[in-house]
């Protein structure tokens, strides 16, 4: 009987691990660089959720490789604006490419990236996947909203890299993962 | 001539005098204003106040002031500067007839392309109002045009040129109130209004202004607080709190580089700090059905219900559409937000107001439930 209970406990710790997921995180560390990929004001918001977790990052919409000097962790905002792009004056093109190459040297630097998609459905589709498909793929962890993951988009990226993924119902959700990710209490 | 042939042309004359008698008196209903019930301690003004370019026109339209016993910041909400889009229009009248401001100011304009609320778009098919139930009756409000009535206005060039910018828009836009601003005091009849709405901000000296307005489902602003570069904090943190309450709002920057817009030049041309907000209204969109009066309250259409599973649509499309309830609670819950977020980072310029529904209220006594009766 004992033996029973013993596996009944050992399963549920293992269900609970998977679906949390927080015990395989990596853990962050700061100093931040933010960057939105597709220019989208969510990374605005982002800013303010992790102001709301106690880290601060510095934040650079059109962030280049240069920007990458002494970070430790890059987060990506994925989701494509047209008034974002066309505030920034930057075209689809353009865009990706800052981004494929900002991903790039972090690699190299072993700067961890986090990328986010907090935006939900508008921040999908034709103008946004692009970003989100290459912001997801430079991806070490990735935290998105349920709303824009429904066809299963990022849950298929994060399988498909090996890497953990957090769906959360709402941006401000994101409050308490960031703090346990860079520690924070 | 046959007789046949007489009787037959006689007939035709004979019908269409019967058709233009009846579409020039539907036409001429739309002249016909209907009443907002304002609350207590308002001051009633007009528009031509802030600039008499427009005093006599159709673009004169009123201004309900709202003060509070205690100084504080001021808040400009307008409603109807598309007058095609309802929720917009409809909860700039909720105000009018609910709120209490107890500190600083609430300035509405209900109906800011008041010429807009004289006629509908051509070839749209859409109704010129639409009714709703209250406790005491039916009410009737103006659905109109997204532009200035072409009578007050004639005739669009081929192209516009904004003003100061020079941007190039096709000719009809000279007549949208959201391409003329900061708008030109001796230009035509739509920047004469924009200009007049500028010179209130300016004289007001208006803190915060808000700009109500919706856009079909296939728009890809949707759902969405368009906020200037000096609005962005503020339109942050309320898009949090809002999400916080289940209410899911885009942000979006007002482009530089797209003139003519409140978010835009109201930013750039007074000290206010400007938001846009967008519900989604399926009536607007090109994919829509049949156009009716239902459509405009309940916001369901079996084809953008088929477009949502295709995946074409920018928003949520609910199974049961998206009502004007669902559309005046998001802007509702909206400006309440942005004015308290403003309030709380601006103490100096605090705005308290009071006795505004909230969302799941107005979802659940309906719209009519929070208007006057009318009588
Ligand atoms: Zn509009």
């Known amino acids: 009987m004992k033996r029973i209970c013993d596996y009944i406990i050992i399963l549920f710790i293992l269900i609970g691990f998977t679906a949390t997921g927080f015990s395989q995180d990596m853990k962050l560390e700061e100093p931040v660089l933010l960057t939105a990929a597709g220019q989208s004001a969510d990374i605005k918001i982002t800013d303010i959720l992790l102001k709301r977790a106690g880290i601060t990052a510095n934040v650079v919409n059109l962030a280049e490789v240069k920007d990458l000097t002494d970070i430790k962790t890059l987060i990506i905002v994925a989701g494509g604006s047209s008034k974002g792009l066309g505030a920034a004056n930057i075209d689809k093109d353009k865009e990706l490419e800052r981004i494929s190459n900002l991903a790039e040297a972090a690699k190299k630097e072993n700067i961890k990236t986090l990328t986010l998609h907090i935006g939900g459905k508008t921040r999908r589709g034709k103008l946004s996947d692009p970003f989100c498909e290459t912001a997801g793929n430079a991806a070490d962890l990735l935290i998105v909203t349920k709303s824009g993951n429904e066809d299963g988009f990022f849950t298929k990226i994060a399988a498909a890299k090996k890497i953990n993924i957090h769906e959360i119902k709402n941006s401000p959700e994101m409050i308490p993962i960031l703090t346990g990710l860079f520690e924070k209490k | ?375």
């Open chain 2, 1 to 375: 001539m046959s007789k046949d042939q007489i009787f037959r042309n006689c007939l035709f004359i004979v019908l269409t005098i019967i058709i233009c008698i009846y579409s020039f008196a539907k036409f001429g209903e739309m002249e016909e204003e209907y009443p907002i019930y304002p609350g207590e301690n308002v001051e009633i003004v007009r528009l031509s106040n802030y600039f008499d370019g427009i005093k006599g026109t159709n673009a004169d339209t009123d201004v309900y002031i709202y003060g509070g016993q205690e100084d504080g910041g001021s808040a400009l909400i307008l409603g109807g500067t598309h007058p095609n889009e309802p929720a917009g229009f409809i909860t700039a009248v909720l105000l009018i007839e609910r709120l209490k401001v107890n500190k600083g100011r609430v300035i509405i304009i209900p109906r800011a392309n008041n010429s807009g609320f004289t006629c509908t778009d051509p070839q749209e098919g859409v109704p010129q109002e639409f009714r709703i139930e209250t406790s005491d009756g039916i009410r009737k409000f103006r659905h109109g045009s997204r532009f200035m009535n072409i009578l007050d206005q004639w005739p669009d060039p081929e192209v516009y040129l904004h003003y100061p910018s020079g941007q190039k828009l096709s000719g009809n836009e000279r007549r949208n109130l959201n391409r003329s601003y900061p708008g030109k005091p001796d230009g035509v009849l739509t920047e004469k209004l924009a200009h007049a709405i500028v010179q209130l901000i300016n004289t007001e000296r208006i803190d915060i202004s808000i700009d109500l307005h919706e856009a079909s489902l296939e728009y890809p602003v949707i759902d969405a607080i368009v906020a200037h570069e000096r609005s962005m904090d503020v339109a942050a943190m309320a898009q949090i709190d809002l999400q916080i309450l289940g209410i899911d709002y885009n942000l979006e920057p007002s482009p530089v580089n797209f003139r003519g817009f409140s978010h835009r030049e109201w930013g750039d041309y007074t000290e206010t700090m400007p938001f846009l907000i967008e519900s989604a209204n399926p009536i607007q969109g090109r994919m829509r059905g049949e156009t009716t009066e239902e459509l405009l309250l309940k916001g369901y259409d079996k084809y953008y219900a088929e477009a949502s599973e295709l995946g074409l649509l920018y928003t949520p499309y609910p199974a049961e559409g998206i009502p004007l309830e669902v559309r005046t609670g998001r802007h509702l819950e909206a400006i309440k937000i942005l004015i308290s977020t403003f309030s709380l980072l601006n103490p100096e310029k605090e705005i308290g107001f009071s006795d505004l529904p909230s969302y799941s209220e107005i979802i659940e006594n309906k719209l009519g439930y929070y208007l006057k009766t009318g009588r």
